[in-house]
């Protein structure tokens, strides 16, 4: 998914072309308040220092687009808001013209991500919510993908896990709201890769698979007083997740029946009794892939893209 950014609507640069009221210093440069209609269409409002937009300003794209925030040098710079022609809007950080540091996104399809971002995209720890569906994503993101340690949050379950390229990928458990937990792990085998080989010219990476492996009681973390004082805290140091979230069984846990030669089904939510999940002591060993479960609106880790009205970066 890609987000309509300013590089795709430069700003005019400032200079003596097109018309300008407002205040000037004795070198006749623009300096302080001034109103300014530029030769492609383009207006500011606000502030200007030494000829260059320079502090609080408006800047109204001729598309519709338009920016209110803080200026530096004629570049977007501090604490802005830019609402697009699609309209779509984010509220936050600028760096040299770029989405940077923390901000809101809001979607034309409604969905919203709140979080950090860096040169334009979302990068570090960030939230995104699907409107459709009323899942959210929660965790870390490099240079706009969903990447590393995140928890999908759906309306009755949750996925704890590590996601590589958009997916999740490797160990993880799924946590239901009836009180128990399922563990496995989302991986590619090498026939599905061969038979991707097989039918394709070109290599396209094939959605990983979860592979069930026991089914667990919740573990629960109950807080403890301790003897001697917690070591002091280090600098930058994340907390050290609660049991439920490294996945560590129960003392009465049991392990998912017959899952030696093959998988457990994934329960969809309102597809199947919940509390038939937990009682049933044969599971089906029917793989299912993760792209499947969007389906009924709880999984929806492709993130629709908005209408563009300008050209992609």
Not at 32 to 53: F, I, V
Not at 131 to 143: D, P, R
Not at 243 to 248: S, T
Not at 251 to 275: I, N, T
Request: net charge negative; hydrophobic share 25%.
């Amino acid at each position: 998914m890609s987000d309509l950014g300013s590089e795709e609507m430069e700003e005019e640069g400032e200079t003596d072309l097109g018309e300008y009221e407002g205040e000037r210093n004795e070198a006749g440069e623009r300096h302080g308040h001034g109103r300014a209609r530029l030769p492609n269409g383009d207006t500011y409002e606000g502030s200007y220092e030494h000829g260059k937009r320079h502090g609080q300003g408006i800047y109204k794209f001729k598309n519709g687009a338009r920016y209110t925030g803080e200026y530096v040098k004629n570049k977007k710079h501090g604490q802005g808001i830019f609402i697009y022609p699609d309209g779509s809007r984010y509220e936050g950080e600028w760096v040299d013209d770029l989405r940077q540091g923390h901000g809101v996104y809001y979607y034309v399809n409604n969905d919203t991500y709140t979080g950090e971002w860096f040169a334009h995209q979302r990068h570090g720890q960030g939230t995104y919510f699907y409107a459709e569906t009323g899942s959210k994503y929660v965790g870390t993101w490099v240079n706009g993908q969903q990447e590393g340690a995140a928890e999908i949050i759906h309306l009755n379950h949750r996925y704890q896990g590590k996601f590589s390229n958009k997916n999740p990928m490797g160990p993880g458990k799924y946590v239901f709201d009836i009180g128990c937990e399922q563990h496995g792990e989302y991986r590619v085998t090498d026939a599905e890769r061969v038979e991707e080989e097989e039918e394709e010219e070109s290599v396209i990476t094939a959605l990983p698979k979860w592979k069930a492996i026991k089914i667990t009681e919740l573990a629960l973390w109950t807080p403890t007083l301790a003897e001697e004082p917690p070591p002091a805290d280090v600098p930058g140091q994340e907390e050290t997740p609660a049991a439920e979230a490294r996945g560590e069984p129960g003392e009465e846990a049991q392990p998912l029946a017959d899952l030696s030669d093959g998988e457990a089904d994934f329960m969809r939510p309102g597809e199947e009794d919940a509390d038939n999940f937990r009682e049933e002591g044969e599971y089906s060993r029917e793989e299912f892939r993760f792209d499947n479960i969007d389906q009924q609106g709880n999984v929806g880790f492709e993130e629709d893209d908005p209408r563009q009205s300008d050209p992609p970066d």
